[in-house]
């Protein structure tokens, strides 16, 4: 069988004789009796695969099968009851391998049945791929890349395909790369992507169950996320065939680089270590900033803190600014912070009677500690309209802003000043009109 394509593109002439190399061994194995008796071997081991399997298959699963109990063997034997699919397309390529033998004894030959060896071995992978693997990304990676491949070496194509990959050479500037350096890049990269998120998944499962500080909880689950990440991509770098001597002597000119111009970046980042490590504000605790900013820590990055405040705005702080600045942390020692209600009475009142009129009125409040110490009514001055108070209590808790408790407080102490008779002071003026007042004004 011959076609003139003298005017066609090279691909096109390389498909149309892959074609008829085809055609002729086709031809060749339908008229050849060790062919025929080879196509009848592998039916053969189809059928006696299938009828091996229908009885295999449930012996091996209840051998197998964990059911209820629950010990070190539990995980193994699960995993083993989820490859009882591949037992017929491997026990038919067992039994073509055994029927191979046989044949290239008797007649020399065995390319039907090797090739019906690999149609078997597509089946298995096909019944893995499609079976087998439950995480969404693998099976994606398996339907797009390991299919291909195997039908790709089903078809005896594979060596032919790698060749011309190899020598496909792409360029990006001055740098070369083959199409099969840029396919296993892909390949690896993707497996290595994977197997870096199982790994940091369970490491950092792992971590969260010791008994630490949360602090070096997240600084270990960072440190090994970045080690797992960090070695993914030395092995991703060696498997695309770049030289990581040279990949050094970047990385080393773009790090001084980065640290001239990014020192507050660097700075900030060693600072959120050295807050992680020492634990003196981490997510959760209520802190004011020299600055001014009070809030509670939500989250905390490489470069910052954010805080909540109480009207829900969200501020981001360097982390810089809890080093080298004075931070007061509320929650530091405990929930239990002291807070204090100023008041004043007039000048008529028996301050004497004050204080434990007061205290009595604030130890009613449900969020009022009588530890570390109770409701304290101090004398503070006298003002100009009044004698001034105030009245300092602990809560478990934060006065936001202050409303929580503070309002609360006074509202107990308005009313028992009033249940008491005693005058709350407001500010007055004396006018002295000096000559008298006129005489239309006096009448």
Known sequence: MNFDLTGYPPIVQQIADYAVQAYDLA???????????????????????????????????????????????????????????????????????????VVRSIFDSGAVIAFGKRVFLFLAVRVFVRDIIQDPFLKLLGRFMLL??????????????????????????????????????????SLLFWLGQWSN??????????EMRPSIRQLLIKTVEFMI?????????????????????????IGVGLGFGLQK?????????ILLVEGQATVGDFVELDGGEAG????????????????????????????????????????????????????????????AIIEAAVSTHPDVLDLPYPPDCELRGF??????????????????????YTSDVLFL??????????????????IEVKGGLPAQASQ
């Open 383 to 404: 003002g100009d309209s009044g004698i001034d108070f105030a009245v300092e209590f602990w809560v478990n808790g934060i006065d936001d802003g202050p409303n929580k």
């Open 148 to 189: 291909p491949i195997a039908a790709l070496y089903m078809l005896g194509m594979l060596d032919v395909v790698t060749l011309q990959l190899t020598e496909t050479v792409v360029g990006v500037g001055n740098i070369q790369f083959s199409l099969i350096s840029i396919v296993r890049g892909v390949i690896a990269g």
């Open 265 to 273: 970046i660097a700075s900030n980042f060693i600072s959120g270590v």
């Open 413 to 430: 102490i308005w009313n028992a000043l009033k249940d008491n008779g005693i005058e709350i002071p407001y500010p007055h003026r004396v």
């Open 27 to 101: 031809v060749g194995w339908l008229l050849s009796p060790a062919a025929w008796s080879q196509f009848a071997i592998l039916v053969g081991a189809y059928l006696l695969a299938v009828l091996i399997a229908r009885r295999l298959r449930p012996a091996l699963k209840n051998m197998i099968d964990p059911g209820d109990t629950d010990n070190m063997f539990t995980a193994p034997r699960l995993f083993v009851l989820q490859l009882l699919p591949l037992v017929l397309p491997l026990l038919a390529y067992a039994l073509t391998f055994i029927g191979e033998q």
């Open 296 to 355: 509670k820590i939500v989250k905390m990055t490489a470069r910052a803190a954010i805080l909540e405040t109480f009207d829900g705005r969200w501020i981001v702080v360097p982390n810089e600014d809890f080093i080298t600045t004075r931070v007061v942390n509320y929650s530091d020692q405990g929930s239990a912070n002291r807070y204090e209600a100023p008041f004043s009475v007039s000048y008529d009142t028996d301050i004497n009677l004050v204080p």
């Open 229 to 253: 990440f960090g070695v993914a991509f030395l092995v991703l770098m060696n498997v695309m065939g770049i030289n990581l001597g040279a990949l050094a002597v970047l990385g080393g000119a």
């Open 201 to 210: 998944s369970q490491t950092s499962a792992l971590i969260e169950k010791q």
